[in-house]
């Protein structure tokens, strides 16, 4: 089974940042990989991808304001977030793009105080 890391949540008030780390597999190094993130009553979503080649994509709601890099030599991915807004509290994890069912790790909470 694959064990994905997440760290570096926690809490933040409005406007503040945060960087959150995810450690991957070697065997991912040449994967999509994504930052997703589940808030409370809601469905998990998309947040960024970035592929191997470090071409990256990110939903609307967050553009502009966070950014994902990764790192192939410590294969870990790495989530900016600035200018956190009250709705970016969520659970956030790190998964392939597309998500492997068995990959899910404990993903770590964001919560931005108003």
């Known amino acids: 089974q694959v064990q994905l890391v997440e760290s570096g949540g926690g809490l933040v008030q409005a406007g503040g940042s945060l960087r959150l780390s995810c450690a991957y597999p070697?065997?991912?190094?040449?994967?999509?990989m994504g930052w997703y993130r589940q808030a409370p009553g809601k469905q998990r979503e998309l947040v960024a991808v970035i592929a191997s080649s470090y071409t990256s994509n990110y939903a609307d709601s967050v553009k502009g304001r966070f950014t994902i890099s990764r790192d192939n030599v410590k294969n870990t991915v790495y989530l900016q977030m600035n200018s956190l807004k009250p709705e970016d509290t969520a659970v956030y994890y790190c998964?392939?793009?597309?998500?492997?069912?068995?990959?899910w790790g404990q993903g770590t909470q964001v919560t931005v105080s108003s």
């Open positions: 070697s065997i991912f190094r040449f994967n999509i």
């Open positions: 998964n392939t793009h597309p998500p492997g069912r068995d990959n």
